[in-house]
């Protein structure tokens, strides 16, 4: 007769319901293992600045975004996908947790994921780790978003074949081939989401003499976004929404039309650094990798992703094939979610630390 051991770190982890977090810049994103993804909130946190009591967090605070009192602030406590305000990234991420758990009564705290940027520093990524464990973490582990947006594409990441990832997200543009469960060459560019709405709120002021805030140029870009035609659209095919702000020269409300095209000229800018960096790792990648992301193409992931013609726009620059894949804006929280549920498999593709040992 043979007996099996008993593995009592593997039982304990199974008693614990642990979580991936997908912490971005504009939105955070929990998968809980066994349940899936059970949560999407705006990484925004409503401060009272007299009594530092945190009033809201997530879409509650994000409603409050340009409508609060002098006394209380609406922030982001990450800024290109790194933390700016420990502490209440800490708050936001007990927050989170806290959620997680709602539907499940348990005495141990959770084995946590949490996806990072590729370029971020050591000092970063310890910072991500602390405000982790603060928050109620068991253990923390890091794994880098282009690697998470690979694996939720279900792309072969531990094959030796080349697969090229762009993930745009809110704060940062991650760029990535990848083989071997590893990171062969990457860029990481502080333009994405954010920036796209600055630069269309620039472009208001500049053209219309509008100001106009996040918000607005937030459902701008999403509505009529666009940064590629094949061929200039016709009048009556050219998108457009109205844009409500303040003149900047009689200092009273006003309303303009603005277009597909305009939003193009806004973002063009940006994009083509975007573009150009894509071509920069094309460069860099090895010859056997590139001819398999020639066959397999060039995926998109991220919130930006979604715009108009950024698809094309790249297979015109690079002669790659390139996709969007499904449910784009989830690929970093999936691709954790997948690591969490195999960790045993995925050990070698997390960020290795001094405090990540592989699981017993």
Not at 103 to 110: A, E, G, I, V
């Amino acid at each position: 007769m043979t007996f099996k051991t008993f593995n009592i770190n593997k039982y304990f982890s199974n008693l614990s319901q642990d979580i991936a977090i997908d912490l971005g810049t504009a939105n955070c994103l929990v998968y809980v293992r066994g349940r899936g993804i059970i949560l999407s909130e705006p990484s925004v946190v409503a401060l009272n600045k007299k009594t530092g009591q945190v009033l809201a967090i997530g879409r509650e605070a994000e409603k409050m975004v340009g409508r609060t009192p002098g006394h209380i602030v609406a922030i982001r406590p990450l800024v290109n996908g790194v933390i700016s305000d420990f502490e209440v990234t800490e708050q936001m991420l007990r927050y989170l947790i806290e959620r997680a758990k709602e539907d499940k009564f348990t005495f141990l705290k959770p084995r946590v994921i949490v996806g990072i940027p590729s370029g971020v520093t050591e000092v970063e990524k310890k910072a991500v780790r602390d405000a982790t464990k603060s928050a109620g973490a068991r253990e923390v582990f890091l794994i880098e978003e282009p690697m998470a947006s690979a694996i939720g594409a279900r792309m072969p990441v531990q094959d030796p074949s080349g697969n090229f990832v762009v993930d745009i997200g809110g704060g940062t543009t991650e760029v990535a081939v990848i083989s071997l469960g590893g990171i062969v060459v990457s860029k990481s560019l502080r333009i994405a989401g954010d920036k796209f709405n600055n630069d269309i709120i620039q472009f208001a002021q500049e053209k219309y003499k509008l100001l106009i805030g996040v918000r607005t140029a937030e459902k701008i870009k999403i509505n009529i976004g666009a940064v590629y035609f094949e061929k200039e659209p016709l009048k009556q095919d050219n998108k457009t929404m109205p844009m409500r702000g303040r003149n900047l020269v009689t200092g009273l409300p006003e309303e303009v039309i603005i277009s597909q095209t305009d939003v193009k000229k806004a973002l063009e800018r940006s994009i083509n650094q975007i573009v150009s960096e894509i071509k920069n790792t094309i460069e860099m990648t090895p010859p056997e990798l590139l001819a398999d992301i020639m066959k397999k193409g060039i995926a998109l992931c991220g919130g930006g992703a979604q715009l108009r013609g950024l698809d094309k726009m790249i297979v015109k620059e690079t002669n790659i094939p390139t996709y969007i894949i499904e449910d784009p804006m989830t690929a970093v929280a999936r691709g954790a979610g997948m690591v969490l549920e195999n960790l045993d498999d995925f050990h070698d593709v997390l960020v290795e630390t001094e405090e990540l040992q592989p699981p017993k």
